[in-house]
């Protein structure tokens, strides 16, 4: 069974940062992709980065590129989320999610991600 636990969320004021974690089990990064998704309340829930280990590919939607940091630590089943210079428009809650590596490309997600954890709700003060 597929399990994803989120955190690391919290509150910070803009322009600090804040590190979050995604410990999975029932799953190998050879063969699963992990990404980070957000929602706002009311708002749709949309990717953010996805990492393709055995693919050497990490996404990132264009409001996060240069300050978004994703990564992967198989030894410990874990992928970290490293965001620096925040912003308000970046709170929301955050989720992670897994899915065949396939799924991860280039240019995003291909198609739905079927596993998910509990969000993890980070606050970004002006």
């Known amino acids: 069974e597929v399990q994803l636990q989120a955190s690391g969320g919290g509150l910070v004021q803009a322009g600090g940062f804040l590190r979050l974690s995604c410990v999975a089990s029932g799953l190998s990064f050879d063969t699963y992709t992990i990404a980070w998704f957000r929602q706002d309340p009311g708002k749709e829930r949309d990717v953010i980065s996805c990492i393709s280990t055995t693919a050497g590919i990490a996404y990132y939607v264009n409001s996060v590129k240069g300050r978004f940091t994703i990564s992967s630590d198989s030894a410990k089943n874990t992928v970290y989320l490293q965001m620096n210079s925040l912003k308000p428009e970046d709170t929301a809650v955050y989720y992670c999610?897994?899915?065949?590596?396939?799924?991860?490309?280039?240019?995003?997600?291909?198609?739905?991600?079927?596993?998910w954890g509990r969000g993890t709700q980070v606050t970004v003060s002006s």
């Open positions: 999610a897994a899915a065949p590596a396939s799924y991860c490309s280039a240019y995003g997600p291909l198609r739905p991600f079927g596993f």
